[in-house]
């Protein structure tokens, strides 16, 4: 059932783009994540609210209609803009860009809430004696607070992760050339939808399976120092 | 931003949301009838039981609804056991496909989720069960099932909160559901501000409704473990 008749190569480029979005996305919403989290917990009022509107409007809107409102809107509003920077001609924007910002800015306000509540797990008094260490700021971050939430952050970052690596396959939506588009593209051409559908559905399961076994090496690992001492 | 898009349309918005509340409402009832059993057979420790529920739930888990729900609507044509049967008079249909697809999907998130919460029921309360007699299929109707509902109610609430966001794809297969309304309007009239964030508001009203709706249900369900009042 499974013969690609000589579109498996196509196929698996496509993968590759599905991949590398997926990857710059997480990157955008990791940045994204910790401003929100940092927001968050923040005592200015303005931000704390800036944070709140955000998370709460992206969580409770499908990613999908993000995306279209995203990549059209976006399309609009550069071509709005150009021509008043003196740019004439049509502005395309590039399904690739639009769909990596868009994803990004998506997990990024799951990402908040996965930090958040990581950095409320980590002790006050473990902040307060870095402050009484005399440490700077940045410095209870970096040595005290980081190492620390990293551990309680797994789990959820891991659950956001694999829901943003699903997430690419809606690119294909706006455009984008992935393997997604080429498995419908392969499947007209052939008759054979189902089977490309299929091999890109093995080719996800594959990746999720990839990324669970690493994230249980990740949290195992981050838990050693906490295990208690076989007896 | 343009009003008048919106309220010269708002029969289509009005439609779409109608369309998308019957497809998830159908799909999590159909979908929370199929998990109960498969999450029961998942807790055996029989691996010809076991094994196959979770192949199915892994698969349904792993891969994108949008991969599968495009399986179905447009690969159920190539197999022609579908396509010479009664079947096809089903498949052939946009909105079973992707009920279909939903209720696949959701039943197998449900099903781990309800595995979850009977594997976390409490040791003693399993063993007081056998202390009174009760068969293996009394213990899981009077004790196991009920206490592990309750536990799997936030869990379910986020799934419930994840199958209306996710069936947005349903637009992409030609139904006219909240999104594909915006869709429609965006294309008609190239106003995609005004077309998807009016189908935003629609949604996030959803997702605000059914946050209040579990808040609601767990108040009551979790009414023995508050503090009395003094």
């Known amino acids: 059932m499974l013969d690609l008749q000589g579109f498996g190569a196509f196929i698996l480029q ?29 005592r200015n009022p303005v931000a704390r609210g800036v944070a709140m509107v955000y998370t709460t409007l992206v969580r409770g809107v499908p990613d999908l209609v993000l995306m279209l409102l995203i990549f059209f809107g976006g399309q609009l509003l550069v071509n709005q803009v150009a021509p008043a920077l003196g740019h004439e001609d049509y502005v395309d924007v590039d ?24 950095i409320l797990a980590v002790p006050a008094g473990q902040l307060e004696a870095g402050r009484a260490f005399g440490m700077r700021p940045r410095e ?44 419908n593209q392969a499947g007209g051409s052939t008759h054979k939808p189902f089977t490309f559908l299929f091999v890109v559905a093995l080719i996800y399961l594959a990746m999720t399976t990839v990324s669970i076994l690493a994230l249980r090496w990740a949290e195992r690992h981050a838990d050693r120092p906490y295990r208690r001492a076989p007896a | 931003m343009d009003p008048s898009v919106v309220t010269q349309n708002i029969g289509l918005y009005l439609q779409g949301l ?47 609804l949008f991969i599968q729900i495009s399986m179905i609507y447009y690969g159920s044509g190539q197999f022609e056991v579908i396509r010479q049967s009664w079947l096809w008079t089903l498949f052939s249909q946009a909105w079973f496909c992707a009920l279909f697809s939903f209720v696949l999907n959701t039943a ?26 009760m068969s293996r299929s009394l213990m899981l109707r009077r004790i196991v099932l009920p206490s592990a509902f309750r536990r799997a109610l936030p869990a379910y609430g986020n799934e419930v909160i994840f199958m209306l966001h996710g069936s947005a794809v349903a637009s992409v297969i030609t139904i006219v559901d909240l999104t594909g309304a ?22 996030m009203a959803l997702t605000f409704a059914i946050v209040w709706a579990v808040r609601l249900l767990e108040r009551r ?5 508050r503090p009395r009042p003094a």
């Open chain 2, 221 to 225: 369900w979790y009414a023995h473990l």
């Open chain 1, 140 to 183: 209870v971050f970096a040595r005290i607070l980081l190492p620390q939430m990293l551990r309680h952050a797994l789990p959820g970052f891991g659950n956001n992760w694999l829901v943003l690596l699903k997430g690419t396959a809606l690119l294909s939506i706006i455009g984008l050339n992935d393997m997604v588009f080429k498995a």
């Open chain 2, 182 to 203: 915006a869709r429609v309007v965006n294309s008609r009239f190239y106003t995609p501000y005004e077309a998807f964030l009016t189908a935003a508001a629609f949604y």
């Open chain 2, 108 to 133: 197998a998130y449900t099903a781990e989720i309800i595995r979850g919460a009977i594997l976390a029921t409490p040791r003693g309360e399993i063993e007081a069960a056998r202390a009174c007699g």
């Open chain 1, 14 to 42: 496509g993968t590759w783009v599905n991949l590398t979005a997926g990857l710059l996305s997480l990157v955008v919403a990791i940045a994204l994540g910790i401003l929100g989290a940092l927001a968050k917990l923040s």
């Open chain 2, 18 to 64: 109608w369309t998308t509340v019957w497809l998830v409402a159908a799909a999590l009832a159909i979908g929370l009838v199929l998990a109960i059993p498969l999450a029961i057979a998942r807790t055996s420790r029989n691996p010809l039981i076991n094994g196959p529920v979770f192949a199915y739930t892994y698969f349904f888990r792993g891969t994108p």
């Open chain 1, 95 to 118: 399904p690739f860009t639009a769909g990596v910002l868009t994803l990004g800015f998506i997990y990024g306000a799951y990402m908040s809430e996965t930090f958040r509540g990581a």
